[in-house]
């Protein structure tokens, strides 16, 4: 499906800020979809499948969504979705068309950290609108909330293959941009980092998504997570260590100062590994008890398998309440 020149859709009316704006914890909520909108796809980041591109297609289509994919979104230059100059473009227009009401990345990988300091934030300010994505994409999110307030969604990528993102994912996701629904997403027994939780309950704007790109964004677009719930989630890379270094650079920057509370989300790949008797969950045990906040383990968020894998807003207030099991999020749209 090509891009279409379509006439922009009536304006909406001005964007509800809040009215405590100077607040860290205020969010610039996108209006939600709605049937007959324009939305776009994008590749900030590696490369899409044709066949899971049109398999994204169909799904949005039937929430009557009018579904448009960029110019470079099938584009490659090695591991990247074409060169930076088209990826950037790609996404900077569709931040100003006011006929674009979301924004989809078709997958994760390699190269949102290459751009996330170039998007036009005079567009994403003068006319909100949600990014999906998560993974590379958390880049863009920690960019954008930084520079603009704007919530995000963390969701499933429109590379879409049934057999690992199955009907109940893809109607979280259409109720995270459709409906402003409170998301509640409930801690599962079976996602290995349950092990890490440390009792009690805690409130502030969610933010975070990858581990990795979390940490890459120190001394670039992290922004203050003074008064917030910081989400983590990873994949394996080079081993435990891996994420011991990761939290303990964000431990000693001072990234983490203020954090009200900590969710886990899952860590495939790290299942069989062990050093002297430590695991994975030791070390996010380890690292993150310094906090001395609550931590819910086991959201079943993340780069494993899942068919129900939840959509998380990311900027609205959230709760974490170890006793209930639950993270529950105010809507990301308005």
Not at 73 to 78: M, P, S, W
Not at 113 to 134: E, H, M, N, Q, S
Not at 257 to 271: I, K, L, T, Y
Request: glycine share 12%; charged share 25%; with cysteine.
């Amino acid at each position: 499906m090509s891009l279409r020149s379509t006439p922009p859709p009536p304006v909406r009316g001005p964007v509800d800020v809040a009215k405590d704006a100077e607040r860290r914890s205020s969010a610039v909520l996108p209006p939600q979809l709605r049937p007959g909108d324009r939305v776009r796809f994008v590749s900030p980041a590696s490369p899409p499948s044709r066949e899971g591109v049109e398999r994204g297609i169909e799904i949005l289509t039937g929430w009557g969504l009018r579904v448009e994919v960029a110019d470079h979104v099938f584009d490659q230059v090695g591991y990247l979705a074409g060169t930076d100059d088209d990826r950037l473009a790609d996404i900077n227009a569709a931040l100003r068309d006011p006929g674009v009401r979301a924004v989809f990345a078709t997958r994760g990988g390699k190269g949102a950290y290459r751009i996330a300091g170039d998007l036009d934030w005079d567009a994403a300010r003068r006319d909100p609108k949600p990014l999906v994505g998560f993974s590379d994409v958390t880049h863009l999110h920690l960019a954008l909330w930084r520079h603009c307030r704007l919530a995000g969604i963390h969701g499933p990528f429109v590379n879409w293959y049934d057999e690992y993102t199955g009907p109940d994912a893809a109607e979280g996701l259409r109720r995270a941009l459709m409906t402003t629904d409170r998301v509640t997403v409930h801690a599962d027994p079976d996602v290995p980092t349950a092990k890490v939780t440390i009792e009690g309950t805690a409130t502030g704007f969610l933010l975070g998504g990858n581990l990795t790109a979390i940490c890459n964004e120190v001394g670039a677009d992290l922004p203050s997570l003074d008064g917030a719930i910081l989400f983590i989630e990873d994949q394996k890379g080079t081993g435990l260590g891996q994420v011991d270094r990761q939290l303990t650079q964000l431990l000693r920057s001072g990234s983490l100062d203020g954090v009200r509370g900590v969710a886990v989300g899952q860590f495939p790949g790290f299942e069989q590994d062990t050093v002297h008797g430590w695991t994975v969950i030791d070390v996010l045990r380890d690292r993150l008890a310094r906090l001395d906040v609550p931590v819910l383990g086991g959201v079943p968020v993340g780069h494993a398998k899942r068919l129900d894998l939840p959509t998380l807003p990311l900027g609205p207030q959230a709760t974490i309440d170890t006793a209930a099991g639950t993270l529950s999020i105010e809507a990301g749209v308005r």
